[in-house]
């Protein structure tokens, strides 16, 4: 992972909008197949079953035996569903009710209040309308075994946008919706399986595009993408000849948790079933690591293995099962009696042969305790690490890992602790990533990784000297008005170029104004801000601009202390990116003049001209007169006035012995008296903060290169910003990354208006502000987009 | 064809006025509106107009020449000798729009510290941001006159800036579609949207520059047609200049701006290619024709607009070692520029008594359209000024 990227990122929380959905009267077939009744398969349907714990007559359901449920079950568990619910009437419907445990249930709580089970509930008993499922499912394919390889097989070649990921173009027609930074959504799996399937013939290797396209053997305007001696195409060749990981009815959660790792400590040693040569090779099973655990792909290999439709060793219900016999002693077997009967082992396998279910085992969820986000201290004490708020949704002990990402050059860093509460300590300054992933001791029972951000405020002893003494006093007053958050707003926006995110308010607000402040200047994204600055103040934008690699390893130099931002900007004076956008090569006298007046803001003497080439720049940047202007610029960008001369010389005068001093310069003007009383005098967003905020806002996370470079030139090209922001945002809103809500799923909409106004002007509404939005909504055309666009072209977003 | 006078020639019988004077009380009323080009980039009055005879003071338009829109217009108002310092392009265009001689260490990284004479005609007439426009032909250094930092006027007074490179130039339209539509907003939503925004109560910025609701909606609608029909297809040295146009020309048709100004760069090509910088000339002369064209086929336009066109500098005379035409500050076929006027209350044919200088057309504009450039430090040139 690279670590400028990690730098980069800050924790936030993007808003949760749920996914656009149409609404009709009545409880929806379609929908109900696709988003409920997988999770009465997965949770309900052990108990609620014919062989479950609760009497067959309440709730009886349909199983599948892990194969997809046919139209005929689908259409009774509908049935019986429906009879439980009050349509439109989530909270009067038994069958969220029961199973959130707000009403008496044997079987306790099983889906979690928040949770997309829940969510999902209550979508179809609100009407939601989904679609019919198309293709595959119970066909030659294997809609499992499609899901759990070749998915992610064809996103990373095929579903790129140039190609079958794009919506035009030669791919087009066999499109392939990409994945959601490698997630699927059900819907997104059905569509590619679907497209798929139909480019494959079932066992027909020299028939199915699919297989003929990507390796050349069909002309194929992407050329070669997949080597015929790749593993990836073998998994496609499988999938072809009907690979299935559906188990033909044996239950693959039961096989996970219980049988594999019978059959992988038992049967998988190397000299049996788990070598690669040999009599045992034919059923090759894969053995655990050293610590007992399976990769998802042994799983599925060692599944597949034993439930292989062209041999399978284990059959329903079957006592001749293989898998029963050959360890047992019961077929003729070189490794002898493996299982004796007696055992518990055998009899779970065999509980297994005989339909034994389980409920899949998911994957405990971390998140930080407390009030969460980045996390900020002052160096000298260990940073507690919080991660209680962490969860199991089978409520299974946790255990925890922490690996620290990033961490400042030469730091002295670790992270003690296994628990949920663990500790940093380090001994420098600077930003930190840690990242956390907690495990329930079970098969596919590890988390995502979770990333906490720590920022370590404050200096080193060598670090504080380089500085040299305060030259500007802090203020000793409260902001004008008291309005902390108009303070927070500014600092925020000053000094990172963006506003804070709701999490980052809420902790912001409460924290002193210093170590509010230090933690802002002690980020890389200061850092990238001030060379934002830098570029607009010198011209190199657009053509002129440097690459995102470029920048992003300056930002990383500079947060790093490899070098100085002086340094820096003697860099960007003598780049060719400058020398061209002011036509140096052409006339090198109009060029050193530009220059000159940049630098020092006059015109070069005749003898300060005959030192031409970098010599020159290195020459003025050495002169008190660049200082001054330096400290003038820095002073005017921050309070919006200018300083006194005196002030600019004696800041100056700093900066020219203590050259590493234009940070913390900057830091004491945010916290002067000159800059609260600035905050009475708002002042437009720049258009590199509004390229930030406008795609921050919107889409919960930051602008990639792309996307800031056009908004900012764009947003720059207009006096009325309001105008552009309105275009560009309506644009941002149309994608999916957006999650926008429909009128008819916003719920309380008093309280969404509230959400929408702090998310986007980082300030509550009034009372009469709330009521006028509300009230605009019972027209038609005032949708929640609506709202969104109103706010983010109004004055007040474009003023900080 | 002959013209009638030689507009080398100081014409006898006018006598300038001090600076500040109002125009005669005839010229008053007349104007309702004024188009001003500043070609910049340094063009040379030969580069522009035919063939001088200096003999018979007649001009040869019989062989080719780039500017015959621009000459038709001379021919039809008048050209006066243009005094233009060459203190670089940034400083010379910040003269002309304040009436403040900037040094030529005034280069493309700051505003002007005095106002522009759209910040007089704004604040002084009480005009809306809709009614004062200012299109760009180059990058952000144009864009920064678009209001100066003067402390009784600033940017809420500023004018309506456009820069088509910024917002055609391709790369908006194709990173935001792989988002969604960059579409304007229907009739219906856009007045929904302006009584919702109507409905925040913040604190209103007084500082900063704002349009009102329907200007904003228009223009809404303009920069997104414009994105999505067509991109820039325009390519070439004058690309950027061109645009810059044909964008003034719809904002006139479309706001019917009491000022629109229209700032043009690409002739500074001149430093390379000499052929580069004549195609520059040629082209912007094109656009400017189909902007005389709108302004002469509209009834509401003809009689009331005036338009004046100048550059910011001229150009040597001579070629450059790379084979183009600089623009140094010693050569006196730079200092020595040109200006045209036509159109309403412009005397045709009429002579001040001295050369206009780049510090008089910020009050004469000011001035015809009944503003004081109260900052300025030029004249109000009321020789070019018709009786009535």
């Known amino acids: 992972m690279k670590r400028w990227l990690l730098a980069l990122l800050l924790m936030g929380i993007a808003p949760v909008w749920s996914q656009e959905r149409k609404f009709g009267d009545k409880p929806d077939l379609n929908f109900f197949a696709e988003f409920v009744q997988p999770t009465f398969r997965d949770v309900c349907s052990t108990c609620h079953s014919q062989n479950g714990n609760a009497a067959f007559g309440r709730f009886p359901m349909q199983q599948s035996f892990g194969s997809p449920y046919t139209d005929e079950q689908t259409q009774k568990n509908f049935e019986e569903a429906v009879r439980r619910i009050r349509p439109k009437d989530p909270n009067g419907s038994l069958l969220l009710n029961k199973p959130l445990a707000k009403v008496t249930h044997g079987g306790g709580q099983q889906v979690r209040e928040g949770g997309k089970d829940q969510k999902n509930f209550i979508d179809w008993i609100n009407g939601a309308i989904g679609t019919k ?54 819907e997104v799996i059905k569509a590619n399986f679907t497209e798929v399937t139909k480019r494959a013939k079932p066992k027909d290797l020299n028939a199915s595009l699919v297989l003929l396209k990507p390796t050349g053997d069909r002309t194929h305007e992407g050329g070669t993408v997949l080597q015929k001696a790749s593993q990836d195409f073998g998994i496609l060749v499988e999938f072809v000849n009907g690979a299935s990981l559906s188990g033909g009815g044996l239950d693959r959660a039961f096989f996970d948790q219980f049988v594999n790792p019978i059959l992988g400590r038992t049967c998988g040693v190397s000299a049996c079933h788990g070598g690669s040569d040999g009599i045992g090779a034919r059923f090759h099973l894969h053995a655990p690591n050293e610590v007992g655990k399976f990769s998802q792909k042994q799983l599925d290999d060692n599944f597949m293995a034993v439930t292989n439709p062209a041999l399978p060793r284990a059959k329903p219900s079957d006592p001749q099962s293989l898998v029963l016999l050959k360890p047992t002693g019961g077929a003729p077997h070189v490794g002898g009696i493996k299982l004796p009967k007696t055992s518990k082992e055998y009899q779970t396998v065999l509980a297994w042969v005989n339909g034994a279910r389980a409920r899949p085992n998911r994957p405990p969820i971390v998140a930080q305790g407390g009030v969460g986000g980045v996390l900020e201290q002052r160096l000298g004490a260990p940073v507690p690490l919080d991660l209680s708020g962490s969860s199991d949704t089978e409520n299974d002990t946790l255990s925890f890992e922490y690996k620290l990402m990033m961490a400042p050059r030469g730091a002295r860093a670790e992270v003690r602790g296994t628990g949920a509460r ?74 990172l170029g963006r506003g804070p995110t709701i999490e980052e308010f809420a902790l912001a607000v409460g924290q002193p104004r210093d170590q509010l402040v230090a933690g802002l200047f002690n980020r890389p994204e200061y850092y990238r801000h001030w060379l934002e600055e830098q570029f607009q103040l010198l011209g190199l934008t657009g053509s002129h601009r440097f690459s995102a690699d470029l920048v992003q390893g300056a930002t990383l ?58 010599q020159l720049v290195q020459h003025v940047m050495a002169t008190p007169e660049f200082y001054v202007r330096y400290a003038h610029r820095s002073y005017r960008r921050l309070v919006g006035a200018d300083a006194s001369n005196e002030l600019a010389v004696k800041l100056a005068e700093r900066l020219s012995r203590f050259p590493a001093a234009a940070q913390a310069i900057e830091q004491e003007i945010v916290l002067s008296a000159d800059y609260l009383n600035s905050l009475t005098r708002p002042k437009p967003k720049t258009s590199v903060m509004l390229a930030e905020s406008l795609v921050r806002d919107l889409l919960g996370r930051a602008p990639n290169e792309s996307e800031f470079d056009a908004a900012q030139t764009a947003l720059g090209a207009s006096q009325d910003q309001g105008a552009v922001a309105l275009l560009i945002g309506r644009a941002l809103l149309g994608s999916a990354d957006a999650n926008l809500p429909t009128k008819a799923n916003l719920g309380d909409r008093a309280k969404w208006v509230r959400d929408t106004f702090v998310r986007l002007l980082r300030r509550e509404p009034t009372a009469k502000e709330v009521g006028a939005f509300v009230e605009a909504m019972n027209e038609a055309v005032v949708t929640p987009r609506l709202i969104i666009e109103a706010l983010i072209s109004s004055p007040e977003y474009l003023i900080y | 064809m002959t013209v009638r006078r030689d507009f080398l020639r100081i014409a006898a019988g006018w006598m300038s006025m001090s600076s500040g004077s109002a125009v005669p009380q005839a010229a008053a009323g007349r104007v309702q509106r004024v188009v001003l080009v500043l070609f910049g980039g340094g063009v040379a009055f030969n580069d522009v107009f035919p063939r001088l005879n200096s003999t018979t003071k007649k001009f040869d338009t019989t062989r080719d020449f780039a500017g015959k829109n621009i000459f038709k217009l001379f021919c039809e108002g008048t050209g006066v000798r243009f005094d233009s310092p060459m203190i670089g392009h940034h400083a010379a265009l910040a003269t002309i729009l304040t009436g403040a001689m900037h040094p030529p260490e005034f280069r493309g990284s700051e505003r002007p510290r005095r106002p522009t004479l759209m910040e007089y005609l704004r604040k002084q007439r009480n005009l809306d941001a809709g009614q004062i426009w200012m299109c760009v032909g180059g990058d952000s250094a144009e864009a920064l006159l678009s209001h100066s930092t003067h ?18 130039g391709g790369q908006l339209a194709q990173t935001l579609e792989k988002h969604g539509k960059a579409d304007s907003p229907s009739a219906a939503e856009a007045t929904a949207l302006a009584k919702l925004r109507a409905a925040v109560d913040g604190t209103p910025a007084t500082n900063v520059f704002g349009n009102e609701s329907t200007t904003q909606q228009k223009l809404t609608k303009l920069i997104a047609d414009t994105m999505v029909g067509r991109r820039l297809p325009i390519t070439g040295p004058a690309a950027s200049d061109v645009w810059a146009l044909r964008l003034a020309t719809e904002v006139l048709k479309q706001f019917k701006p009491t000022l629109l100004a229209v700032v043009l760069t690409a002739a500074d090509v001149g430093h390379i290619s000499y052929r580069q910088y004549a195609s520059v000339i040629e082209a912007n002369d094109t656009e400017i024709g189909e902007l005389v064209k709108v302004i002469d086929g509209d009834a509401q336009f003809k009689d009331s607009t005036a338009i004046f066109i100048c550059p910011d500098f001229g150009r040597e005379s001579s070629p450059s070692a790379t084979g183009g035409k600089d623009h140094a500050a010693n050569d006196p076929n730079v200092a020595a520029s040109w200006l045209v006027a036509r159109g309403a209350a412009i005397a045709k044919g009429a002579q001040p008594a001295q050369a206009m200088r780049t510090i008089d057309v910020c009050p004469t504009i000011c001035a015809l359209l009944g503003a004081r450039a109260e900052h300025a430090e030029g004249r109000v040139v009321t020789e070019l000024v018709a009786a009535g």
């Open chain 2, 151 to 168: 402390a009784q006027y600033g940017a809420r007074f500023g004018a309506n800036l456009l820069n088509p490179r910024g917002l055609f």
């Open chain 1, 422 to 495: 663990a500790a940093l300590t380090t001994d420098r300054p600077g930003a930190y990533v840690i990242s956390v992933t907690a495990s329930d001791g079970k098969p596919g029972g590890e988390s995502d990784p979770y990333k906490v951000t720590v920022i370590v405020t404050g200096a080193t002893t060598e670090e504080a000297a380089a500085v040299g003494p305060r030259t500007i006093p802090a203020a000793t007053t409260e902001v004008p008005g008291g309005r902390r958050e108009l303070f927070v707003r500014r600092a925020y926006f000053e000094v």
């Open chain 1, 133 to 186: 499922a198309s293709g595959g499912a119970g066909g030659p394919f294997d809609l499992a075994f499609f899901e759990s390889r070749v998915a992610a097989i064809l996103d990373k070649k095929c579903a790129i946008k140039a190609c079958h990921g794009g919506t035009t173009g030669a791919g087009a027609a066999f499109h392939l919706e990409p994945s959601a930074n490698g997630r699927f959504a059900p």
């Open chain 1, 557 to 614: 130099g500079l947060f790093n202390r490899d070098y100085g931002q002086l340094p820096t900007l003697y860099t960007l004076f003598t780049s060719k990116q400058y020398v061209d956008r002011n036509f140096g090569a052409v006339n090198p006298r109009d060029f050193f003049m530009t220059l000159f007046q940049q630098l020092v803001g006059r015109d070069p003497t005749d003898t300060e001209l005959r030192n031409v080439g970098p």
